[in-house]
């Protein structure tokens, strides 16, 4: 490993691990923010720090940290020196300690505490809604609304299958791209950049064709009961 910062091993191994997470956070954002741009035609500096649509950073996050553990595992077997294998192992375990907890605390600090928040004022407008004296069949039909509402914002912060997907593969693409400059894989490059490339070429492919980035929320059931009664 190239020591950039100062000579001490275990130094430069965290401020490796750090950039490197930092890394993947910030090209998966990016990209996501890019695509709300070209599809939604808008932009805005909170989408940086939004949840949910294409691709997922906590997947992107997650796979990055198991490609760089899976790699400083097949270089400290190369290692000889004990104090040396020492730094390494250290540094792995703040890796997979630093990778859980900013997945925990970004979840207990954004999706739970927003979906806390559309209960409570869902169950508010419910409440004034009945205070009002309508009958029970209204009552009946804005209850089924809101169960729908409920579900789909519970699945506005989640992930589809293809956003977890993109989210695995640009995680382990931004993965290579740490190894390479901190240690010395310059072979590696074009790899990583055929990759990179492949990867931008067909996710922008396969959105031309679908739109899948802007989820929309929709109350298909309660209208369809609220026909019947008509």
Same mark, same amino acid.
């Given at each position: 490993m190239s020591l950039i910062f100062g000579n001490n091993l275990y130094y430069n191994l965290i401020i490796f691990i750090a950039i490197s997470i930092s890394f993947t956070w910030l090209v998966t954002q990016s990209f996501k923010v890019f695509l709300k741009c070209w599809i939604g035609k808008k932009f805005s500096f909170k989408m940086f $720090? /939004? %949840?949910? %649509? *294409?691709p997922s950073t906590h997947t992107a996050l997650v796979t990055s940290s198991v490609i760089l553990v899976l *790699? @400083?595992? /097949?270089y400290i077997l190369q290692l000889t020196d004990l104090a040396t294998i020492s730094a390494y192992n250290s540094a792995k375990d703040f890796l997979?300690? =630093?990778t859980l907890a900013s997945i925990v605390i970004r979840d207990a600090m954004g999706q739970r505490h927003r979906q806390d928040n559309t209960n409570a004022n869902l169950k508010n407008l !419910? %409440?004034?809604? !009945? #205070?009002l004296g309508v009958s029970k069949n209204v009552i009946t039909h804005i209850d089924e609304t809101f169960q729908s =509402? %409920?579900? #789909? /914002? =519970? !699945?506005r912060v989640g992930h589809l299958k293809h956003e977890v997907y993109g989210g695995l593969i640009i995680g382990a693409i931004c993965a290579l791209y740490p190894i390479i400059f901190f240690f010395d894989r310059f072979d590696w490059l074009? *790899? /990583?950049i055929i990759l990179t490339l492949l990867y931008f070429v067909c996710i922008t492919a396969f @959105? !031309? $064709?679908k739109p899948v980035v802007i989820k929309k929320v929709t109350y298909r059931r309660s209208r369809r009961n609220l026909n019947k009664e008509k």
């Open positions: $720090l /939004a %949840d949910g %649509d *294409f *790699f @400083l595992n /097949a997979i300690m =630093i !419910k %409440d004034y809604v !009945k #205070e =509402i %409920d579900n #789909e /914002a =519970i !699945k074009p *790899f /990583a @959105l !031309k $064709l």
